[in-house]
């Protein structure tokens, strides 16, 4: 942290700050030059952060430089990360709704879904070729095969597809058949995977860990944008709390608090946060009206067939009738739907 005081700022005052620092534990270090001193802290983290001299007698400025992260802060980069892809985009003021099944199943399912999302104002398609199973028994996913049903069915509605990489051996292979390379919540902190994707040049989905803190998930991003990889969207995807009515929380404080402290586009996934198929709807609603720069949306033919999440994912009419609703807040939010042409 570095405490900027005012020009001419009076002795009195800077030797209170440098006492507040020692009282707290924190070694305060003088830069003082004619017109302007800077106090520079040094001290655990914990403490520094806990100091607040915002507004004190001479103060002018508090600059804190010990965040275990820079490239994805706003200090760092002020204006909006935009990333483009094909026709559609996200950030900047351009809303992305990535929506498909949570596993691509067959080559109908996939066409199928890709075609109403479209038609409802999708500007991107999802669907898991490798999925990541509580149990080793459930559906494992359908591989490359399904990476393929996946490009096709994004191809024929032209808009990009999004399917998650689950094993960093994985990830020439997704990235040769999709547009967006998804990094699931139980690998947020698989940095070996984090340092690949960041060397590679394909956007990135970020999920956030099921107990992944903020500065965590951005210290995560701060992999993928340290290899040069500048195409990363960070997804609140819910986290583990004491609730069991839902199965995630949504942590809408923590869209909020991500688009302060990062450029970085920010996409809800109410579908994995709940859990409940009647709960995407006013939770969609609320993560835009929260700042979010898009969501991603389970939906699949026969949620009652689904091989996975079926719960949570919403028939392809009660996708159009939330992209209804949807679209209008978006651009109450003075955003405007990220796809073109
Ligand atoms: C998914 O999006 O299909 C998925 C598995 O999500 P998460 O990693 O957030 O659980
Ligand atoms: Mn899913």
């Given at each position: 942290m570095l405490v900027v005081m005012r020009d001419h700022a009076s002795q009195e005052s800077i030797d209170h700050i440098v006492e507040l620092l020692r009282e707290a534990g924190a070694e305060a270090h003088l830069s003082q030059g004619e017109v302007k001193t800077i106090i520079g802290v040094v001290g655990e983290r914990e403490i520094v952060y806990a100091l607040d001299f915002d507004?004190?007698?001479?103060?002018?400025e508090v600059i804190r430089?010990?965040?275990?992260?820079?490239?994805?802060?706003r200090e760092f980069q002020p204006e909006d990360t935009v990333i483009r892809i094909g026709r559609s985009s996200v950030g900047g003021g351009a809303f992305a709704v990535m929506a498909g099944p949570c596993s691509i199943e067959s080559e109908e399912q996939m066409m199928g879904v890709a075609r109403d999302a479209a038609a409802a104002g999708a500007t991107m398609i999802r669907g898991g070729a490798f999925k990541p199973r509580?149990?080793?028994?459930?559906f494992q996913g359908m591989g490359l095969e399904g990476l393929k049903l996946l490009r096709a069915a994004g191809d024929s509605v032209r808009l990009p597809v999004v399917t998650e990489v689950l094993d960093v051996r994985d990830a020439e292979t997704v990235a040769e058949w999709a547009d967006v390379l998804q990094v699931g919540a139980r690998n947020m902190q698989n940095f070996m995977m984090l340092e690949e994707l960041g060397r590679m040049r394909k956007p990135i989905l970020l999920k956030r860990g099921l107990a992944a803190t903020i500065e965590e998930t951005l210290s995560a991003a701060e992999y993928l944008l340290k290899g040069g990889n500048r195409d990363i969207m960070i997804c609140e995807r819910g986290i583990r709390t004491?609730?069991?009515?839902?199965?995630?929380?949504?942590d809408l404080a923590a869209v909020a608090a991500f688009k302060m402290l990062t450029h970085l586009p920010i996409i809800s996934d109410p579908s994995h946060a709940t859990g409940r198929r009647d709960l995407i709807a006013p939770m969609s609603r609320a993560s835009v009206t929260a700042g979010a720069d898009g969501l991603m949306i389970e939906v699949h033919p026969q949620p009652e067939r689904a091989k996975c999440d079926g719960p949570q994912s919403l028939t392809p009419a009660d996708f159009s009738a939330l992209m209804e609703r949807v679209v209008p807040l978006v651009e109450l939010e003075g955003k405007r739907m990220g796809v073109e042409g």
């Amino acid at each position: 942290m570095l405490v900027v005081m005012r020009d001419h700022a009076s002795q009195e005052s800077i030797d209170h700050i440098v006492e507040l620092l020692r009282e707290a534990g924190a070694e305060a270090h003088l830069s003082q030059g004619e017109v302007k001193t800077i106090i520079g802290v040094v001290g655990e983290r914990e403490i520094v952060y806990a100091l607040d001299f915002d507004g004190l007698p001479g103060v002018e400025e508090v600059i804190r430089v010990l965040k275990p992260y820079k490239l994805v802060t706003r200090e760092f980069q002020p204006e909006d990360t935009v990333i483009r892809i094909g026709r559609s985009s996200v950030g900047g003021g351009a809303f992305a709704v990535m929506a498909g099944p949570c596993s691509i199943e067959s080559e109908e399912q996939m066409m199928g879904v890709a075609r109403d999302a479209a038609a409802a104002g999708a500007t991107m398609i999802r669907g898991g070729a490798f999925k990541p199973r509580s149990s080793p028994y459930a559906f494992q996913g359908m591989g490359l095969e399904g990476l393929k049903l996946l490009r096709a069915a994004g191809d024929s509605v032209r808009l990009p597809v999004v399917t998650e990489v689950l094993d960093v051996r994985d990830a020439e292979t997704v990235a040769e058949w999709a547009d967006v390379l998804q990094v699931g919540a139980r690998n947020m902190q698989n940095f070996m995977m984090l340092e690949e994707l960041g060397r590679m040049r394909k956007p990135i989905l970020l999920k956030r860990g099921l107990a992944a803190t903020i500065e965590e998930t951005l210290s995560a991003a701060e992999y993928l944008l340290k290899g040069g990889n500048r195409d990363i969207m960070i997804c609140e995807r819910g986290i583990r709390t004491f609730e069991t009515y839902t199965r995630n929380t949504l942590d809408l404080a923590a869209v909020a608090a991500f688009k302060m402290l990062t450029h970085l586009p920010i996409i809800s996934d109410p579908s994995h946060a709940t859990g409940r198929r009647d709960l995407i709807a006013p939770m969609s609603r609320a993560s835009v009206t929260a700042g979010a720069d898009g969501l991603m949306i389970e939906v699949h033919p026969q949620p009652e067939r689904a091989k996975c999440d079926g719960p949570q994912s919403l028939t392809p009419a009660d996708f159009s009738a939330l992209m209804e609703r949807v679209v209008p807040l978006v651009e109450l939010e003075g955003k405007r739907m990220g796809v073109e042409g």
